[in-house]
C-alpha cells in the first residue's frame, strides 16, 4: 500500500517531499535532491485507492472540476500538505513533510534585525521566496513568537493548514481556504470584522487580497504574507504591478507607509550533509526605502540595502556569501 511506503521512507530518511506518479517509481527530496526507488513501482490503481481514501466529498468535487487540488494527510506521526494532480500518465501526488514541532527563530537562524520588528503594532510584513524554501516555515516560527510573548488575537488564512498553533498567551483562530472560509479574500475581509490584532495570509495569489492586506496594515494590525518572488524590489513591483494602472500611484503610497519589511529566503546545503539551511536577505522599510517607493525608484533599493548594514539589512548575496565563508553551508541548492 502507498501508506506503507510513505511511512516508510518518511521514518528512514530526513525528507522533505515525496513524489508517487503513475507507473513511476516512488520518489523523495532529501536535501534538496530527488531519489527514486525503482523497486518501488506505484500502478494507477493504489493510487487512486489513496486519493480516495483522502479526499473529502468537497475536495473529490474540485478534483473532479479542476483536475488538482490541495489538502493536508495525515498518516499516523506525521502531516503532509499534498497536492492531488491529474497527468498525461494518470494521477500523480506530491507530499510536502509538515514538521509538528514549531522551530524557533533562533531554530532557523532569522537575522535578530527581522526578529525585533516582530514587535511592530502593525504594518505588512512579507515573507519571499521559491517554492519549497520554507516560507511557512519562517512564519509559524514569527507567529509562534507572538503567540508566546504577547496578548492578542491573531487569525491565520492557509491553504491549507501546515502547522497547528495551540493557544498560549494569545488566542488563535485558524482558517483554512475551501474547508473554513471560501477565498483568501473574503476570509480576509470577514477578519477585519472579528478583532484581529495579527493577520496572517498564506498566499496574496489576487489583487483583491493584496488590496485588503494592504488596508488592514494601514488600520491599526499586523499583517504577515508570503509572495513567489526573489528580493524586495521584484516583490514591491509586484505588488504595484498587480494593480491597475490608475491605481498605482495609490498602492504605491500605501506601501511606503505600511510595509515594515521584506525577508527573501533560500535554502543551501550544509557543508557537513546534514541538511540544509536559509539564507536569508532583508529589507526593513527605512525613510529612504519610503522616499524610493513613493517615487517609483524601486530599483535603488538595493543600493539602500548594501549599505545600511548597521540597520540590520542584508542582502542576499551578503546573507549566502556569510554562510559560504562561515563553513555552514555551500553554494549549492
Same mark, same amino acid.
Given at each position: 500500500?502507498?501508506?506503507? +511506503?510513505?511511512?516508510?521512507? /518518511?521514518?528512514?530518511?530526513?525528507?522533505?517531499?515525496?513524489?508517487?506518479?503513475?507507473?513511476?517509481?516512488?520518489?523523495?527530496?532529501?536535501?534538496?535532491?530527488?531519489?527514486?526507488?525503482?523497486?518501488?513501482?506505484?500502478?494507477?490503481?493504489?493510487?487512486?485507492?489513496?486519493?480516495?481514501?483522502?479526499?473529502?466529498?468537497?475536495?473529490?468535487? /474540485?478534483? *473532479?472540476?479542476?483536475?488538482?487540488?490541495?489538502?493536508?494527510?495525515?498518516?499516523?506521526?506525521?502531516?503532509?500538505? %499534498?497536492?492531488?494532480?491529474?497527468?498525461?500518465?494518470?494521477?500523480?501526488? *506530491?507530499?510536502?513533510?509538515?514538521?509538528?514541532?514549531?522551530?524557533?527563530?533562533?531554530?532557523?537562524?532569522?537575522?535578530?534585525? *527581522?526578529?525585533?520588528?516582530?514587535?511592530?503594532?502593525?504594518?505588512?510584513?512579507?515573507?519571499? @521566496?521559491?517554492?519549497?524554501? @520554507?516560507?511557512?516555515? /519562517?512564519?509559524?516560527?514569527?507567529?509562534?513568537?507572538?503567540?508566546?510573548?504577547?496578548?492578542?488575537?491573531?487569525?491565520?488564512?492557509?491553504?491549507?493548514?501546515?502547522?497547528?498553533?495551540?493557544?498560549?498567551?494569545?488566542?488563535?483562530? &485558524?482558517?483554512?481556504?475551501?474547508?473554513?472560509?471560501?477565498?483568501?479574500?473574503?476570509?480576509?475581509? %470577514?477578519?477585519?470584522?472579528?478583532?484581529?490584532?495579527?493577520?496572517?495570509? @498564506?498566499?496574496?495569489?489576487?489583487?483583491?487580497?493584496?488590496?485588503?492586506?494592504?488596508? %488592514?496594515?494601514?488600520?491599526?494590525?499586523?499583517?504577515?504574507?508570503?509572495?513567489?518572488?526573489?528580493?524586495?524590489?521584484?516583490?514591491?513591483?509586484?505588488?504595484?504591478?498587480?494593480?491597475?494602472?490608475?491605481?498605482?500611484?495609490?498602492?504605491?503610497?500605501?506601501? +511606503? &507607509?505600511?510595509?515594515?519589511?521584506?525577508?527573501?529566503?533560500?535554502?543551501?546545503?550544509?557543508?557537513?550533509?546534514?541538511?540544509?539551511?536559509?539564507?536569508?536577505?532583508?529589507?526593513?522599510?527605512?525613510?529612504?526605502?519610503?522616499?524610493?517607493?513613493?517615487?517609483?525608484?524601486?530599483?535603488?533599493?538595493?543600493?539602500?540595502?548594501?549599505?545600511?548594514? %548597521?540597520?540590520?539589512?542584508?542582502?542576499?548575496?551578503?546573507?549566502?556569501?556569510?554562510?559560504?565563508?562561515? @563553513?555552514?553551508?555551500?553554494?549549492?541548492?
Amino acid at each position: 500500500m502507498i501508506t506503507d +511506503s510513505i511511512l516508510k521512507y /518518511t521514518r528512514e530518511y530526513p525528507l522533505s517531499d515525496l513524489h508517487i506518479h503513475t507507473d513511476k517509481p516512488f520518489a523523495i527530496r532529501v536535501n534538496g535532491s530527488i531519489e527514486s526507488f525503482e523497486d518501488d513501482l506505484v500502478n494507477r490503481e493504489d493510487i487512486e485507492e489513496f486519493i480516495d481514501a483522502f479526499l473529502r466529498s468537497e475536495l473529490a468535487d /474540485t478534483f *473532479a472540476e479542476y483536475s488538482d487540488v490541495d489538502l493536508v494527510v495525515e498518516i499516523e506521526e506525521f502531516r503532509f500538505r %499534498a497536492n492531488i494532480y491529474n497527468t498525461a500518465k494518470g494521477p500523480s501526488v *506530491a507530499l510536502r513533510k509538515i514538521e509538528s514541532e514549531i522551530p524557533t527563530l533562533e531554530m532557523i537562524n532569522l537575522p535578530s534585525a *527581522a526578529r525585533q520588528k516582530l514587535d511592530s503594532r502593525n504594518g505588512l510584513i512579507l515573507v519571499t @521566496g521559491p517554492t519549497g524554501s @520554507g516560507k511557512s516555515t /519562517t512564519l509559524a516560527a514569527m507567529i509562534n513568537k507572538i503567540n508566546d510573548e504577547k496578548n492578542d488575537h491573531i487569525i491565520t488564512i492557509e491553504d491549507p493548514i501546515e502547522y497547528i498553533h495551540e493557544d498560549q498567551k494569545c488566542i488563535i483562530s &485558524q482558517r483554512e481556504v475551501g474547508r473554513d472560509t471560501h477565498s483568501f479574500a473574503h476570509a480576509l475581509r %470577514a477578519a477585519l470584522r472579528e478583532d484581529p490584532d495579527v493577520i496572517l495570509v @498564506g498566499e496574496l495569489r489576487d489583487l483583491e487580497t493584496i488590496q485588503l492586506a494592504l488596508t %488592514a496594515a494601514e488600520t491599526g494590525h499586523l499583517v504577515f504574507g508570503t509572495l513567489h518572488t526573489s528580493g524586495a524590489p521584484n516583490t514591491i513591483n509586484r505588488i504595484i504591478d498587480a494593480c491597475p494602472p490608475q491605481q498605482q500611484d495609490q498602492v504605491r503610497a500605501q506601501l +511606503s &507607509q505600511s510595509l515594515v519589511m521584506v525577508i527573501t529566503q533560500v535554502l543551501l546545503k550544509r557543508t557537513d550533509g546534514s541538511g540544509r539551511v536559509a539564507a536569508f536577505e532583508v529589507m526593513i522599510t527605512n525613510a529612504a526605502v519610503k522616499n524610493l517607493i513613493r517615487e517609483n525608484k524601486v530599483f535603488q533599493i538595493t543600493s539602500i540595502m548594501q549599505t545600511a548594514l %548597521a540597520e540590520g539589512m542584508m542582502t542576499m548575496d551578503r546573507a549566502i556569501s556569510d554562510l559560504v565563508q562561515s @563553513g555552514v553551508a555551500t553554494h549549492e541548492r
